[in-house]
T-cell receptor
Framework: AQKITQTQPGMFVQEKEAVTLDCTYDTSDQSYGLFWYKQPSSGEMIFLIYQGSYDEQNATEGRYSLNFQKARKSANLVISASQLGDSAMYFCAMSPGAGTALIFGKGTTLSVSS | NAGVTQTPKFQVLKTGQSMTLQCAQDMNHEYMSWYRQDPGMGLRLIHYSVGAGITDQGEVPNGYNVSRSTTEDFPLRLLSAAPSQTSVYFC?????????????FGPGTRLTVL
């Protein structure tokens, strides 16, 4: 079964610290895409970062990096130097195989304090 | 570009009423999809389309219909609203296969069924 698991319902971090949000996935497909989205309290879905299953290097976008461990089927999001504006819900998602849409995890709520 | 637009932003229905949630994109994207977001459940796929005239069911299609007569529009119809359909609905689109491409999300429609 295709599935995304996010085991951390909530995470707390202080400003300027780094934080890792966990994501594991399950698929039998060899080709797939992994995504992270941010959802602030205003409700919109904001794309953060993408990793293709054949990409050998971990994806990075500014303060965001994706720690991709293919053998472990994990795709953790690392946010460096957290900011107050990073407080939001974070979703890990996968588009497997034929890739017609996304499968989402249940999300992790990140709270950043000063 | 307006991106992905959804109307209405908010809607309250009575049980048994029908309505259509509108979704449009001006990016000439082939792939479009509808998700619903419920507390603690992440986003779940309702229906998707890989191009004009082609639609298929996702994980939770019951009670919803879709059609794709143009590349730009992908309306979601609730046939006979039920309280279980109270949710936030997101429309999304991507240029190519979602496995390889960022999905762009609309701002969402918050639906309450009484």
């Amino acid at each position: 079964a295709q599935k995304i698991t996010q085991t951390q319902p909530g995470m707390f971090v202080q400003e300027k610290e780094a934080v890792t949000l966990d994501c594991t996935y399950d698929t039998s497909d060899q080709s797939y895409g992994l995504f992270w989205y941010k959802q602030p309290s205003s409700g919109e879905m904001i794309f953060l970062i993408y990793q293709g299953s054949y990409d050998e290097q971990n994806a990075t976008e500014g303060r965001y990096s994706l720690n991709f461990q293919k053998a472990r089927k994990s795709a953790n999001l690392v946010i460096s130097a957290s900011q107050l504006g990073d407080s939001a819900m974070y979703f890990c998602a996968m588009s497997p195989g034929a890739g017609t849409a996304l499968i989402f995890g249940k999300g992790t709520t990140l709270s950043v304090s000063s | 570009n307006a991106g992905v637009t959804q109307t209405p932003k908010f809607q309250v229905l009575k049980t048994g009423q029908s309505m259509t949630l509108q979704c449009a994109q001006d990016m000439n994207h082939e792939y479009m999809s509808w998700y619903r977001q419920d507390p603690g459940m992440g986003l779940r796929l309702i229906h998707y389309s890989v191009g004009a005239g082609i639609t298929d069911q996702g994980e939770v299609p019951n009670g919803y219909n879709v059609s794709r007569s143009t590349t730009e529009d992908f309306p979601l119809r609730l046939l006979s609203a039920a309280p279980s359909q109270t949710s936030v609905y997101f429309c999304a689109s991507s240029w190519g296969q979602p496995r390889d491409n960022e999905q762009f999300f609309g701002p969402g429609t918050r639906l309450t069924v009484l």
